[in-house]
């Protein structure tokens, strides 16, 4: 078995099955280099990342596929899990050795575990868009912090971008520390450090120490809603919990 | 600005009254934030979820909880005594926004008692729904609920602003609605969404002349029928929603369990439990009939007149119809398929699609994500033994409810029977 460790990007990811065909090699395990142990059986080679190489073969697998298999294997990919990279890197394989669209054969064990991956890192996606919940800071400025199961920041960024097109906003993931700013005219990638002792490095930034002064107001009024629109009688946890599993419920301040 | 305690309190009021109206769907509409203003509409968002598990998607209200009729079924019947309140046209205008800008909300769902008369009622939210579009931009979704015996108009304004509207049935039948409302009549409902409907064709048949035609209730329209509060059977029911469907191209009917709110002989007592189990069969039925291409009398008719209690409506008819099965999932029409038991919408088509590469087996199929232990009796896989004779379908029945862990099983059964 040949072990390829890759930096963990997206374009890696794509250079390793580029590397699989131009050496004809077989029974290829791949492996992001941030958790990978080296074995003493096993050969292992560095895979670089290469912008030429992924786009060759990124534009090969839209070639043979179509627009929902593509979107699929980047939403994939996004869940940054080791099994995942694996099953990506098979079906990856397994539809560059055939001529015709296999990428919907959900017959076959890869296809569909990347659908399948697919679906829970759009679910996330989905969950962020609904829980979100931002904060008004005295500059004017919509905040929030997430911490999300998957890296869904580059998938969410349209929504929010579409919807708040006229107020500043600013969500930061704090497990991957850093964050999506919108200035109400693009959307920049910041990266943030929470340290009170050194003055932040990006000074665009506003600081979000000071809420805007109707903030708890209106953080009182959801709250007061949530509790009202409740149907007594009709209490069922159990349907509540499978809605909003308790691990949202840091985004929650209704549920607070 | 008036104080926190005034607002909340009138929030509070205002947001109890307007609860029993089930319908929190934000999907459907198309209005896109195209003048760099505030919101977007698209496939629906639910914010949160209340804990008697129902979706919050809007900020559901109502301008005020004055009202002159009398209708026994509803809470703020002018002859209940409780605290009455209202809003105005600014303190809605200024919720919805605060409350969408921190993403608690895809937007408002708009209601009112009906004070002095129906237009002086429906011009307020109209008012309303106008402030938001014109002088905020806000392209969140917006639905109206129209006033019976409104102008029309007023309503075909409303219908420019608002991305669905809305005129609540009430009861399921005629003669229920008389029985505890005499003031209203579903001829009335009729006349609002005809009116709506009317319209909404003609500004489609126009946009296929003219592009910039403004749009026009985008997310169509909906009612709703109180479940359990009057006599009528399952099929009164549905047969109603069949035909409101059909007649005004409905979106959505919603079905809502009563509960019992006042202490009149006419209606269930205070404290019997919501009908939840029948309600949920009910929308069963209808996704069956919405998606599923199932016919309303294919599922209730006058020799079944009321749905099983035990199984869902789809396990109900393939058990009352066994000629159709066993279906072979890989050469039969994905309509077909779609009539198997524990098999929905989209692993038929993950099926349909899969099946071109090769057939598909019993392994394949479990992974598929199907109910397969509910599905098994109805079907044939590549690697399905040839069996000598099918089971009886009381036998399957019985299979069925023994592995099952349905929450409604578990419940009372003297629940279970109080519908039937």
């Not at chain 2, 946009?207 to 026009?216: A, E, G, N, V």
């Amino acid at each position: 078995m040949i072990h390829y460790v890759f930096d963990g990007s997206f374009t890696g990811l794509l250079c390793c099955v580029f590397e699989a065909f131009e050496m004809k090699e077989k029974n290829i395990r791949i492996f992001w280099d941030k958790t990978y142990q080296p074995t003493a059986f096993d050969q292992n080679r560095v895979i670089y990342s290469d912008q030429e190489k992924a786009q060759r073969v990124w534009n090969g697998f839209i070639k043979r596929t179509d627009s929902i298999a593509k979107k699929r294997f980047y939403f994939a990919y996004l869940s940054e899990n080791s099994q995942t990279f694996q099953h990506l890197f098979d079906m990856a394989v397994y539809v560059f050795q055939h001529k015709n669209n296999v990428a919907h054969n959900y017959g076959h064990p890869d296809v569909l575990a990347v659908a399948q991956m697919a679906k829970s890192v759009s679910r996330e996606k989905h969950r962020m868009e609904a829980f979100i919940r931002f904060k008004k800071a005295a500059d004017g400025l919509f905040y929030a912090i997430v911490n999300p199961d998957f890296n869904v920041l580059p998938l969410i960024q349209r929504h929010f971008k579409n919807r708040y097109a006229d107020q500043p906003w600013l969500i930061y993931d704090k497990a991957r520390k850093y964050g999506i700013y919108y200035d109400t005219e693009t959307v920049e990638i910041v990266n943030l450090t929470f340290n009170p002792m050194t003055k932040n490095s990006d000074s665009n930034l506003p600081t979000l120490q000071i809420n805007d002064e109707k903030e708890a107001l209106y953080d009182q009024l959801w709250k007061d809603y949530f509790k009202s629109t409740n149907i007594v009688e009709r209490k069922n946890t159990k349907l509540h919990l499978q809605h909003v599993p308790k691990r949202y419920w840091q985004y929650l301040n209704e549920k607070q | 600005m008036m104080s926190w305690d005034r607002i909340r309190e009138k929030l509070q009021i205002l947001s109890d009254a307007a609860k029993y109206d089930v319908s929190c769907s934000s999907s459907g509409s198309n209005r896109k934030n195209t003048n760099k203003g505030l919101g977007d509409t698209g496939s629906g968002i639910c914010h949160t979820y209340t804990e008697d598990g129902r979706c919050v998607s809007l900020l559901k209200i109502l301008l005020t909880n004055v009202c002159i009729y009398d209708c026994a079924y509803c809470v703020s019947r002018r002859s209940n005594d409780l605290k009455r309140a209202a809003f105005t046209v600014d303190e809605v205008v200024e919720l919805t926004l605060n409350f969408y800008r921190r993403n608690y909300i895809e937007g408002l769902f708009l209601s009112s008692g009906i004070f002095k008369n129906a237009d002086y009622t429906m011009e307020r939210m109209v008012k309303i729904a106008k402030k938001l579009r014109t002088e905020h931009r806000f392209n969140g979704y917006i639905h109206l609920k129209s006033i019976p015996g409104a102008s029309q108009e007023l309503l075909h304004e409303a219908g420019l602003y608002a991305d669905r509207m809305s005129i609540n049935l009430e009861m399921p039948t005629d003669e229920g609605l008389k029985l505890l409302a005499p003031e209203k009549s579903h001829q009335e409902v009729a006349e609002g969404l005809g009116t709506i409907n009317n319209k909404l064709t003609e500004y489609r048949n126009t946009k296929k002349i003219i592009k910039s035609t403004p749009k026009f209730v985008p997310a169509g329209q909906s009612t709703q029928m109180v479940i359990g509060a009057t006599p009528e059977t399952d099929k009164d029911i549905l047969y109603t929603a069949d035909a409101y469907y059909k007649g005004f191209n409905l979106k959505r009917v919603y079905y809502s369990g009563y509960i019992p709110i006042s202490e009149d002989t006419r209606m269930p007592a205070l404290g019997s439990q919501p009908p939840l189990l029948r309600e949920n069969r009910l929308y069963q039925t209808d996704w069956l009939m919405r998606f599923y291409g199932f016919e309303v009398h294919e599922i209730v008719n006058d020799k079944h007149p009321n749905l099983d209690t035990q199984v869902d409506p789809k396990l109900s008819w393939a058990l009352r119809n066994p000629d159709f099965f066993p279906i072979d999932i890989n050469s039969a029409d994905y309509k077909m398929i779609l009539r198997i038991p524990g098999i929905g919408v989209k692993s038929a088509k993950k099926i349909v699609q899969a099946r071109k590469f090769g057939k598909i087996y019993t392994y394949q199929l479990q992974k598929l994500g199907i109910a397969y232990n509910r599905a098994k009796y109805f079907m044939i896989c590549a690697d399905t033994p040839h069996s000598m004779k099918e089971p009886e379908p009381e036998i399957i029945r019985r299979n069925i409810l023994t592995q099952s862990s349905s929450k409604f099983l578990k419940q009372d059964p003297q629940q279970l029977t109080l519908f039937v």
